[in-house]
């Protein structure tokens, strides 16, 4: 379903605007399609807000600290480096800011004639082609791309409640002495990773047999290794069963195999699942149907169904990258080049992605 030439342009929505939503309103951009994207929040998702810029430069301080310990080895003397957990978790925020306000991704996507709105709140359909948000405001498009990412999930146990999850970080007033962390992927490990090289004792609860579990196994064998040989305690094969209060503290019910064991600690953090952002969109109102983990939809008369909350380990973007490049080439209308293919659209996508660990400049 190519356009011909004089066809007028399709015109596309796009929900979500991090970088799958950014990627997707860009190739339909591309493709000649006008393009609206439309964010809860704030442009850049969690990868440039919430997740990888802020918790790289947690993990960098981490490292620093870490360090010490070889210093030693290299002729250098100083005692071990104290913590100030309110400058740690504000220069977090301040790279997080950084990394978006230096970028500028909606100066970008505007320069390059998408339609953004940002700090909009959940929008949800009305209809198969019209989407709310909760101001008021109303859009119409002939094909709605949604790429709202996810959240983390609660572990269904008794006592959930009690666990804290990975934004919570950003909220501690005060180290704890010892933190239970559930979740073994990568979240987990880098939660439990930097937690442990701050000075915390951690333990580390993982269902599955190795950690991350969906990684290579011989790398799985090496990070498990080389956590308890930091002091960590890992506990693969083991299944969370309940938590409870106990004064202050949180006691964790768990087995492993035959075995019945408790552990109590100040802080219990869950990491167990990222599903997707589905429950504001009101997705019946399009007529679009989800399973746990599903979205079944609908392109040139085939049946296509995603996974809306991969459990994948983090190269999860790449997926994402290509799932729209697909979804976008998918739209009828893509006959156009808004501008010339290669030219901006690698550049925006580099600004969507960060480095593994902001160095010394960028930090
Ligand atoms: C701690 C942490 C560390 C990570 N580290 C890495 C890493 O090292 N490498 C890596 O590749 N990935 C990493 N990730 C994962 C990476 O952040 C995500 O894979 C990526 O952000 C997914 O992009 P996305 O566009 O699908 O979703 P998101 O980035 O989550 O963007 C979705 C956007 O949709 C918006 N939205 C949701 N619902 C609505 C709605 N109803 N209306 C309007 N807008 C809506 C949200 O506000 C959000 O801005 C990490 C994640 C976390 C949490």
Known sequence: MRARPGDPAVKVLVIGAGPAGISAALQARELGAEVVLLEAEQVGGTNVNRGPAPVRTLARAARLVRDWSSWDRFGLRGPRPTLDLDAVLANSDRVAHHAHDTMDIAGHLRH???????????????????????????????????????????????????????????????????????????????????????????????????????????VSVELGDAFRAQGMNVYTGTVVKSLRAQGDAVCLDYRSGPV????????????????????????????????????????????????????????????????????????????????????????????????????????
């Open 112 to 218: 390059l004639g998408v339609d953004l709105t940002e700090h909009l709140g959940p929008v949800r359909f009305t209809d198969p082609h019209t989407v709310r948000a909760e101001d008021g405001g109303c859009w119409r498009a002939d094909r709605i791309v949604i790429a709202v990412g996810g959240h983390a999930a609660p572990l269904p146990v008794p006592g959930g409640r009690l666990a804290l999850g990975y934004d919570d970080i950003h909220t501690m007033k005060a180290l704890p002495d010892e933190v239970l962390v559930v979740g073994g992927a990568d979240t987990g490990c880098q939660i439990a990773s930097i937690l442990e090289d701050f000075g915390v004792t951690v333990s580390l609860f993982e269902a599955a047999p190795t950690l991350p579990p969906a990684a290579d196994p011989s």
């Open 260 to 363: 019945i064991g408790q552990l109590v600690a100040d802080t219990v953090f869950f990491a167990v699942g990222w599903p997707a952002n589905l429950s504001h969109l009101a997705l019946d109102a399009a007529g679009v149907h989800t399973e746990p983990g599903v979205i079944r939809r609908r392109v040139h008369g085939r049946r296509l169904d995603r996974r809306a909350d991969r459990r994948t380990p983090a190269r999860v973007p790449h997926l994402h990258r290509g799932d729209q490049h697909g979804r976008a080439e998918d739209l009828p209308g893509s006959g156009h080049r808004a501008f010339p293919a290669g030219l901006e659209l690698p550049r925006i996508r580099r600004l969507t992605k960060r480095s593994p660990e902001p160095g010394p400049r960028s930090s």
